[in-house]
């Protein structure tokens, strides 16, 4: 399984961490800073039954949260749920994680 590491912005590469390791560039949004992601050991090959059980769990958590947030009542309901905790960031990324242990369980 692969290891991944995120480092901090910076200007240029000069070589591999190993022989194994791939690294991804990125543009980040906020300040256009280019971010590298290490990936040591990276895996090429598909998915198993597990992985994608859980993708498709997944993507079921996302339709599913779209259609919470367009109905009003569930939205407030949500809201106010969302508003008393303070782990998540965004109220989608609440919604879908809620619905995502649900489906999990």
């Known amino acids: 399984m692969a290891i991944i590491k995120n480092s901090t912005p910076f200007d240029s590469v000069q070589k591999k961490f190993s022989g194994s390791d791939e690294i991804h560039f990125r543009n980040r949004k906020k300040d256009n800073a280019t971010i590298g992601v290490r990936v040591k050991h990276p895996y090429h090959g598909g998915n198993s039954e597990a992985q994608q059980a859980v993708r498709n ?49």
């Not at 949260?65 to 109905?71: F, K, P, Q, Y």
């Open 57 to 105: 769990a997944f993507t079921a958590a996302q339709a599913q949260a779209t259609t919470i947030l367009a109905d009003p009542e569930q939205r407030a309901t949500y809201e106010e749920k969302f508003k008393a905790q303070k782990k998540y960031i965004t109220l989608r990324g609440y919604v879908v994680a809620q619905v995502f242990k649900q489906i999990g369980d």
